[in-house]
């Protein structure tokens, strides 16, 4: 932590000049040091098991309709905005997601179908703790596999905003030794009070208790409260005319690209989502999951959009901890199922392209008779993303105990 | 009154008078009435538009109506925090003030009940069953399922406890269960429908009323065909009884479900009460965890549920959560044992197992001492209680714990909140529990009143020292560590703790500063 405290007083430096916009010089200082250039991603976790099968919908598979009698979405027809939005002839997009496909035109989305883990749990919340902690089936894993990543390429001066969840909680995926910190709403992230005392007073006491967990936190706290006061989040404003949508979901989306137009250092943002979990009247082209995935598309377009140029840096990635029944329940929803699909985007990527080793659908095809079988494991994408964007080739560090194989990788990233 | 007999009575709450909290209480007027009262006197949107023939705007309107009125009716105390609270409580109208209410009501059985572990096990309780308060028809059956299955329950035998929660409407609605139906019992329902169709065709030459209809959406009326829902049986096992590690598969969930197939709701958003629909209940024999059920009717289901509250794997799950709740984060394996076996020898007796607790070397060694991180919920009450507040209104108190991550009722997964420490320790949320210590403590708190002075003295008024000690003792019960201590000290000479003002040539200690610091000091964020 000595490393960071040089960082500390030199941004304090900075800070004392308020918060109108830096001068010139300085803002190249603090890139110089904060890796505008520097490769980043941002990860969603969609809690609850989405369907991915709805999502990303299988047209060309017969069986896709003879299952799914009531929820299924039509084939695609042209003009229609109630069917399938198609991608490449046998995959098309759930129709709330259409503004995903002019980023799939323009090679800067993929998706990967029939991925998951090889863990059979059905649980929600075992299912949900192996996909983060990157060991499937191992309870005892204590970190996640994205705070691995950042231990096995530590940084120098590490930025006390390098890895940040924006949520109200540090997920396990982010857990772990590496510095990492959770960020429920960037307006709200400041002290009150006169701060000689209360900042000044709290970060004296927190930084000598003998309370460890305690002190941890609180030093990365003050730091990163300390380096925000170089942005005014109220006064932020999208470029490029983007939109991002109302709720949670689209105000993280927004608050992590400002966070990285700061330059404050940020490399990993991760958020999520939830309210995937459809037993009962999931819907078709409308309903409950049509809902989520508006704001989804938006969101991600909206992302897009706003960064502009610099989605060359950055790597999206989504999952979710299983897939769902290739049959619709007897209450036009589905229940726990098992592979899934994931959506993956940025400049870095040959977007343009659904990525799978398609199980098929015929009754014994599936997993157990009743799932998508995975075909690709989860960890060989997040592999991928994190050696040949990130740069980090340590990923027996970040998945141990599976046989990280570069020949696996399915080529989604440009190296 | 000795520490025994203060343990005793709280074991046995009905022997504690707690009327002062009672009559507090009073002021929530939706505490005490039935959900299908709730629903008829909140109605949700959909239903009042239908029912005062309005559209949906002009609803909106009336509703915003409403709320103005309700605002200019509070009469202005001339306390500015009080009456800020007022505002914002005399804003909830609608359905919104059930949930609203409950909330407050939780805050205020917290900081001012006699009956506190009493208090603790119905929060603990209701967290292991948890309801999610903002799913749809669950917003009007929440209070009847805080009032009439958990808090009867809290510490009486776990199986009956189990039973409540399993016919209650509220838990029937959050896991789906109202909805779950034998697929074979449905097909037969659907072949006699199908059969009486075509007899009334052949007599008739038409098809009888109701067959062909159009919805609302243009397409041919359906009766929702039902199926069997795997929700419900699969969390009863995983979370409420044997816990994941069980050894159960995906066969015995789903025999669970069959056995509680036809436990349901009679009008969800009417009369909301349980319900036994014999006609979508599997008939057959189910095999749950090797143990076979064959007894008809609810039989099958009660049966069930009985054997899987007997489980050892209950009594270890139970215990364990207990010992973590109670205890800490990781609760030592002796004490666990002791308990599971207290469980199984009592046959469930709650209050047997936490006698066994209380009295175990374990609750009381070291170790303990403040193990556990508060959570938000915990951290707001005593912070309330350790400043001897005088909360009027406590909806403010409410959105703190809400903004702290813990909003009270509304945990989505039916897991509830997390019981472990490293959940509560992060960036976002010590910072909210700083700025919640320093706006208490400098008596900044809508709807509630802070009175240092009294509590400090009058030496407290003009010596900064003084001032400190006399918080380290209250708030701290002196347990500080030097460290600690001396930080504070050093923070005693900045201008702001001891200043003069404008009218008063002598200098008076800003005694809330020192409060919220002291309040805001890593040992007050433990239990």
């Known amino acids: ?130 996909m983060e902690s990157g060991t499937p089936g191992v309870k005892a894993t204590e970190d996640g596999w994205l705070n691995r990543a950042l231990q096995t390429s530590p940084e120098e001066k590490a930025s006390p905003f390098r890895a940040v969840a924006f949520g109200p909680y540090l997920p396990l995926t982010l857990q772990g030794s590496a510095p990492a910190i959770a960020i429920p709403d960037l307006k709200q992230f400041r002290m009150y009070g006169p701060p000689q005392v209360t900042e000044g007073g709290f970060e004296a006491m927190y930084a000598q208790t003998v309370d460890e967990a305690m002190r941890g936190v609180s030093h990365e706290t003050f730091e990163a409260v300390d380096q925000l006061k170089q942005i005014n989040p109220d006064a932020y404003q999208p470029e490029n005319g983007a939109q991002y949508p109302q709720g949670r979901f689209g105000r993280s989306l927004m608050e992590i690209a400002e966070l990285f137009k700061a330059n404050l250092g940020l490399e ?71 592979a899934n699909c994931m959506f993956v985007a940025g400049g870095g990527i040959r977007g343009g392209k659904v990525y799978t080793r398609w199980p098929g659908m015929s009754e014994d095809q599936l997993h157990q008779n009743r799932d998508l079988a995975v075909t690709t494991d989860y960890r060989s994408v997040l592999g991928e993303i994190i050696s040949r964007h990130l740069g980090d080739s340590n990923l027996n560090g970040v998945f141990p105990g599976f046989a990280n194989d570069p020949r696996q990788f399915l080529g989604l990233v440009k190296s | 009154m000795g520490l025994a007999k203060w343990i005793d009575e709280q074991l046995n709450p009905q022997s504690i008078d707690d009327s002062a ?50 605002v200019a009716t509070m009469l202005p105390t001339g306390d500015e925090n009080f009456d800020r609270a007022n505002v914002e409580l005399a804003r909830m109208v609608g359905p919104n003030r059930i949930v609203a209410e409950l909330a407050m009501a939780k805050m205020d059985r917290a900081i001012y009940s006699n009956r506190q572990l009493e208090a603790v096990m119905e929060d603990f309780w209701f967290n292991h069953f948890n309801v999610f308060a903002n799913k749809g028809a669950d917003r009007w059956l929440v209070t009847s399922y805080v009032r009439d299955t958990i808090r009867p329950h809290t510490m009486g035998k776990f199986s009956d406890l189990l039973l409540a929660t399993a016919k209650s409407p509220a838990m029937l609605f959050y896991l789906d269960n109202w909805l779950s139906a034998d697929p074979a019992a449905v097909k037969r329902m659907q072949a006699m429908r199908a ?20 919805g609302a959406n243009g397409r041919p009326k359906q009766r929702q065909d039902r199926g069997l829902n795997e929700n419900y049986g699969r969390e009863v096992m995983e979370l409420h009884t044997v816990g994941v590690d069980a050894g159960y598969t995906q066969r015995d969930v789903i025999a669970m479900a069959e056995c509680l197939t036809g436990w349901t709701i009679r009008g969800p958003r009417k009369d909301a009460e349980f319900f036994f629909n014999d006609r979508i209940h599997a008939e057959g024999k189910e095999v749950v965890m090797g143990r076979t059920f064959h007894y008809g009717g609810m039989k099958d289901g009660e049966k069930a549920l009985e054997m899987l509250a007997s489980d050892p794997h209950t009594a270890r799950h139970i215990s364990t959560e207990l010992a973590r709740h109670f205890v800490s984060d990781n609760p030592p394996p002796a004490l666990v044992d002791r308990m599971a076996q207290e469980f199984e020898s009592s046959g469930g007796d709650i209050r047997a197992v936490l006698h066994t607790m209380i009295y175990s070397p374990e609750f009381w060694s070291k170790d303990a001492y403040r193990a556990k991180v508060k959570t938000p919920f915990e951290l707001v009450a005593s912070t309330a209680r350790a400043l001897n507040a005088d909360v009027e209104v406590t909806l403010p108190l409410v959105q703190w714990v809400g903004r702290m991550g813990e909003p009270l009722f509304q945990c989505q997964p039916p897991t509830g909140y997390s019981d472990e420490s490293e959940i509560w320790v992060n960036s976002g949320a010590l910072l909210n529990r700083l700025n919640f210590a320093f706006a208490f403590g400098t008596d900044h708190m809508w709807g509630a009143e802070v009175n240092l002075k009294s509590m ?45 003002r404008l009218d008063d040539p002598v200098k008076h200690v800003n005694e809330g500063l020192i409060a919220g610091l002291v309040l805001g000091a890593p040992e007050f964020q433990r239990r």
């Open chain 1, 268 to 338: 990993v943002a991760f958020l999520d989502s939830g309210g995937w979990d459809n037993h009962v009247n999931e819907g078709g082209v409308q309903g409950q999951l049509a809902n989520l995935l508006r704001d989804l598309g938006q969101g991600i377009a909206a992302f897009h959009q706003d960064m502009g140029d610099r989605m060359g840096d950055i790597v999206f990635v989504s999952m979710s901890e299983f897939g769902r029944t290739a049959h619709e329940n007897g209450n036009r929803g589905t229940d726990h199922g098992h």
């Open chain 2, 195 to 214: 059969m009486r169709r075509d007899r009334y065709y052949a007599r008739f030459g038409v098809m009888p009323p109701g067959v062909g209809m159009q």
């Open chain 2, 21 to 70: 909290l009672d009559k507090r209480l009073e002021r929530y007027s939706t505490l005490g009435m039935s959900s299908p009262q709730l629903l008829n006197d909140f109605p949700p949107p959909a239903q009042a538009v239908k029912k005062e023939g309005v559209t949906k705007d002009e609803y909106k309107q009336q509703m915003q109506q409403q709320r103005q009125e309700s």
């Open chain 1, 1 to 130: 932590m000595n490393i960071s405290r040089r960082y500390f007083i030199k941004s304090s430096g900075i800070a004392m000049l308020g918060m109108a916009a830096l001068p010139s010089f300085l803002q190249r200082a603090v890139a110089e040091t904060t890796g505008a250039g520097k490769k980043k991603m941002v990860v969603l976790f969609q809690r609850g098991a989405m369907d991915g099968l709805n999502v990303v919908v299988p047209f060309a598979e017969r069986n896709y309709y003879a299952f799914r009698p009531t929820i299924a979405i039509p084939q695609p027809r042209s003009g229609s905005i109630d069917a399938a939005l198609d991608l490449d002839g046998f995959f098309g997009l759930h129709p709330s997601l259409a503004p995903l496909v002019p980023l799939f035109r323009n090679g800067q989305l993929a998706v990967v179908h029939a991925v998951g883990s090889p863990d059979p749990t059905r649980s929600h919340f075992d299912a949900q703790d192996f």
């Open chain 2, 456 to 500: 400090f003295g009058a030496d407290g008024a003009t010596d900064p020292n003084v001032a400190l000690s006399q918080a380290l003792g209250l708030f701290l019960g002196g347990q500080v560590t030097p460290g600690t201590k001396q930080t504070l000290e050093a923070r005693l000479s900045d201008p702001r703790i001891l200043q003069a």
